[in-house]
């Protein structure tokens, strides 16, 4: 398996507060993406990483913002948590363009009240 | 834009039975797909991809897909259902621009004893 964590794996958190998730890597892989799982639409991506420092938005950004200062950690925050974005988060990631294929973390579930 | 449609939500077939889950997709450019499988409470793992070599790829535990071109799709069989087979499965299209993954909506697969 792929080295990818992802902490906290479960969290409850209330309306307003910020929230911040955490993808570790020790692949050394360049590539980094944070996907949200909700039932009936699969896997939807928030933001990717294609480098230290370098990030974009992905398809459902509204909300959330990420940082990478690091290869190896990828980190999602979410300013002021809103019972929308209730959901499964997972971090995945990517040796190259060529290859292709991502690697997916164990995911987070994060419940806001 | 790419867009993946998997056409059915749930699938139930009998163990020993064939599986077929129907995935379509949309492409502006000779694509790469996937199929993923997540069992319940679990992050995802890749059973089988194409990137433009054979059109017939064979996956892990027993699944293969055949990419087709005129009908713009990548269906997932399997010649005999295994209980532990059960699962949702993802169909997903990668863009070329960072290898942005556009996920299906997901199939439920069922399998009676």
């Known amino acids: 398996d792929a080295g990818i964590t992802q902490s906290p794996r479960h969290k409850v958190t209330e309306t307003g507060t910020p929230v911040t998730l955490r993808c570790h890597q020790t692949?050394?892989?360049?590539?980094m993406y944070w996907y949200r799982q909700d039932p009936g639409h699969g896997l939807r991506l928030i933001h990717y990483s294609y480098g230290v420092k370098d990030t974009d938005k992905g398809e459902v950004s509204d909300g959330y913002s990420v940082s990478r200062s690091k290869t190896e950690d990828f980190l999602l925050t979410l300013e002021s948590a809103t019972s929308s974005q209730t959901s499964v988060y997972f971090c995945?990631?990517?040796?190259?363009?060529?290859?292709?294929?991502?690697?997916f973390g164990p995911g987070t579930r994060l419940t806001v009240l | 834009a790419q867009s993946v449609t998997q056409l059915d939500s749930h699938v139930s077939v009998s163990e020993g039975t064939p599986v077929l889950l129907r995935c379509n997709y949309s492409?502006?450019?000779?694509?790469?797909l996937f199929w993923y499988v997540q069992h319940p409470n679990k992050g995802l793992q890749l059973l089988l991809k194409?990137?433009?070599?054979?059109?017939l790829v064979k996956g892990i535990n027993g699944f293969e897909a055949e990419f087709k071109k005129s009908e713009t799709s990548f269906h997932l069989t399997k010649p005999s259902a295994h209980m532990s087979d059960a699962a949702e499965y993802f169909c997903?299209?990668?863009?070329?621009?960072?290898?942005?993954?556009?996920f299906g909506s997901g199939t439920k697969l069922n399998v009676k004893p």
């Open positions: 492409s502006s450019y000779s694509p790469s």
């Open positions: 194409y990137t433009s070599a054979a059109t």
């Open positions: 692949e050394n892989h360049r590539y």
């Open positions: 995945a990631i990517s040796e190259s363009l060529d290859a292709n294929e991502q690697f």
């Open positions: 997903v299209v990668s863009d070329r621009n960072f290898n942005k993954f556009y």
